[in-house]
């Protein structure tokens, strides 16, 4: 694979690209890159869904989909998140590799999707006023607290949010990608409009392409169709530094929920980000800890105790911090929380077998060399170590995991502090695995 990366449009846009005949989709995204914003951000997911409801050229839902259909089905989607401080609106599209086309078709995939990229986000659908249609605002608002309001039939991740956001509240980590329902209610097709005028010359432009064109024919296409002018404000600076907190103590919450499992969730600081040295001992601890089927947390919390449904740790690297999960019997809180930490104190007592290292090294080198077997999961490599200014490759993470020592994860575990429990307190009569888990 041959990965380039240039700057187009004054230094407005830059293309990174993987030539690769490996193959048979390509890829090709749109990353509009912000400082994550309480109101910008969820109006800014809102205005780009709006968008893609119709353009000047394709003015309904319709019309883009035939024409995407025309490109032997080639398929765009819309994802915002957020990555620390940072807000992500992806635009992804997934293409065909022209050489797989029908002999004598000298359809030019790529090119024509980008032009209808193009006129979804430089020419959109507007009314006599100049406003975005607000039948289209109002649709997608709809939409959108749908959404919001569904995430509570996910008790286990509707209590994983919650515990990130009691964590981060009052940081600059707090920003929720969706919004609330009371904040997507008060948009209006005049906000909206707005934010279209002042996005484009705010955001950071990364595109990403994973196909088997030359990186030079990729480049003449998206200065063509991508032309974004002005200088960019407001933008966020690539790096990443770990959530810090003043809390002397743990904070302790506890919500009712329409739920017969309870579901606890423990937030810890770990003061690790991709780009610290430590970075790669404390994903083995997370791996040894919870991460797996063959962690402390599984054998010991769910297993031998017999004390929760599920149990399971998650690194979150761009704010460094680590949640542990799991479904219980109410009635069995207490027992989990002291489990939980009895399995903590132990790894920093360096209670951890060579065979646990050696498993969790195999696991991650593992996860690491199937980057390469998929177009959207090279792309999110290069773009996550990108965001945290990080330069390195997929032979230099499994180097790294390797050398890691037993001393050095035991060092990880001792930066963990228990920050925020949050626990879900059932008003329904627990049975044991009643829930979808």
């Known amino acids: 694979m041959i990965n380039n990366t240039t700057w187009i449009s004054g230094g407005r846009v830059r293309l990174h690209s993987v030539t690769t005949d490996k193959f048979k989709m390509s ?112 649709s997608e608002k709809r939409i959108a607290i749908d959404a919001i309001n569904s995430k509570i039939n996910d008790p286990k991740a509707y209590a994983s949010e919650q515990c990130s956001r009691y964590m981060f509240e009052g940081s600059e980590y707090e920003v929720v990608a969706d919004g609330n329902e009371e904040l997507i209610n008060s948009f209006t097709a005049e906000q909206i409009t707005e934010r279209f005028k002042a996005f484009f010359s705010e955001c950071i432009v990364e595109c990403y392409y994973v196909g088997d064109k030359p990186h030079s024919e990729v480049e003449e296409l998206v200065e063509k169709y991508f032309p974004f002018s002005g200088k960019n404000t407001n933008v966020p600076v690539y790096g990443e530094h770990a959530f810090k907190s003043d809390k002397q103590d743990a904070c302790y919450i506890e919500d009712e929920g329409d739920v017969s499992q309870g579901r606890l969730v423990l937030g810890y600081r770990c003061n690790t980000v991709l780009s610290d040295k430590d970075y790669y001992p404390m994903a083995l601890f997370n791996e040894i800890f919870g991460g797996s089927s063959v962690s402390k947390l599984f054998l010991n919390v769910r297993e031998k105790k017999s004390l929760c449904y599920y149990c399971y740790s998650s690194f979150h690297t761009s704010t460094g911090t680590l949640k542990v999960g799991c479904g219980i019997d109410p009635a069995k809180k207490d027992d989990a929380l002291c489990e939980i930490d009895r399995q903590l104190d132990a790894m920093k007592r360096g209670d951890i077998t060579d065979e646990e290292i050696q498993t969790a090294k195999h696991t991650l080198i593992s996860g690491v060399r199937q980057i390469k077997d998929s177009p959207a999961s090279i792309e999110a490599f290069m773009l996550r170590r990108l965001l945290a200014n990080v330069d390195e490759g997929p032979e230099e993470c499994s180097e790294r995991i390797d050398n890691v020592s037993k001393e050095d994860i035991i060092l990880a575990a001792s930066k963990v502090e228990l920050d925020t429990v949050y626990f879900m307190n059932g008003c329904n009569e627990y049975e044991e695995g009643g829930e979808d888990e």
Not at 37 to 66: E, F
Not at 111 to 123: A, W
Not at 127 to 138: H, I, R
Request: glycine share 6%.
């Open 27 to 138: 890829r090709f995204s749109i990353n509009l890159i912000t400082k994550s914003d309480k109101i910008n951000t969820p109006l800014t997911k809102l205005m780009l869904a709006v968008m893609l409801r119709g353009s000047q050229r394709y003015p309904t839902v319709t019309a883009i989909n035939k024409a995407l259909d025309e490109q032997y089905g080639a398929a765009v989607t819309l994802r915002t998140t957020t990555v620390g401080d940072k807000s992500i609106h992806k635009i992804s599209c997934k293409l065909l590799k022209e050489s797989f086309v029908f002999d004598g078709d000298n359809s030019a995939i790529l090119e024509n999707v980008m032009g209808i990229l193009s006129d979804i986000l430089f020419s959109p659908l507007k009314d006599e006023k100049g406003l975005l249609l607000s039948n289209y605002v109002e």
